[in-house]
């Protein structure tokens, strides 16, 4: 059995640039859940695709989009980069839209100068 | 929407003294409650978690206790060891339309010193 891996684990772009970010789900998981953690802070949710299709989403802008794969892989874009987007991007990948049993990727560190 | 507090955010326990981290929700109708252990550069990892028909759940030196009425529970660790020490995060999973995300306290800092 695969655990959830992301990708790339580090990433430096530049204020205004769009960032993409990867996520491959573990096996026998449908529903890919994306979750933002500032240094020191806890994990905040930005939003969950359950087979394809965007199923909930938390207080972030529009420019935080994503989507996901046949295969349940997903990816989140960032557009129009600000320096407070500079985080831990975590996606967890889980059966079913319900939020248990999420097996957590080792993240992407985003740093935007 | 669901607001998780947790206290305290740095805790310094002697190895073999026993740790105890409190969140309290603010949603009565959350029903699913994670506790997460996260080291330095690492994933978050589920460690135990107890649902709202449960009022205590015990996995070998960990355990959860819930009080639904008080909208608070808590992670003991019994006989803590140097390998406790991590960030932990309490989490709390609201039921209907917003039962598809975690909502996270920002977390308490173990420190088990030999």
């Known amino acids: 059995e695969t655990g959830v891996t992301q990708s790339p684990t580090h990433l430096i772009k530049t204020r205004g640039q769009q960032v993409t970010l990867r996520c491959s789900s573990q096996s026998g998981h449908n529903t890919v859940s994306w979750y933002q953690q500032a240094l020191g802070q806890g994990p905040q949710f930005i939003f969950q695709y359950y087979r394809e299709e965007e199923n909930g989403r938390g207080n972030f802008p529009p420019r935080f989009s994503g989507l996901q794969f046949p295969n349940y892989s997903s990816e989140l874009n960032v557009n129009a980069l600000e320096l407070d987007d500079s985080a831990l991007y975590l996606c967890a990948s889980s059966s079913g839209r319900i939020g248990v049993g999420y097996t957590f990727g080792s993240g992407t560190r985003l740093t935007v100068v | 929407g669901e607001n998780v507090e947790q206290h305290p955010s740095t805790l310094s326990v002697q190895e073999g003294d026993s740790a105890v981290i409190k969140c309290t929700y603010s949603?009565?109708?959350?029903?699913?409650f994670p506790w997460y252990k996260q080291e330095l550069g690492k994933r978050p990892q589920l460690i135990i978690d107890i649902r709202s028909n449960v009022g205590e759940k015990k996995d070998q030196r960990i355990a959860v206790t819930l009080n639904k009425t008080a909208k608070h529970f808590s992670l003991h660790i019994t006989e803590t060891q140097p390998e406790d020490s991590a960030v932990y995060f309490c989490a709390a999973t609201p039921s209907g339309a917003g039962s598809y995300q975690l909502t996270f306290g920002k977390g308490t800092k173990l420190s088990v010193i030999p």
């Open positions: 949603d009565s109708a959350s029903n699913y």
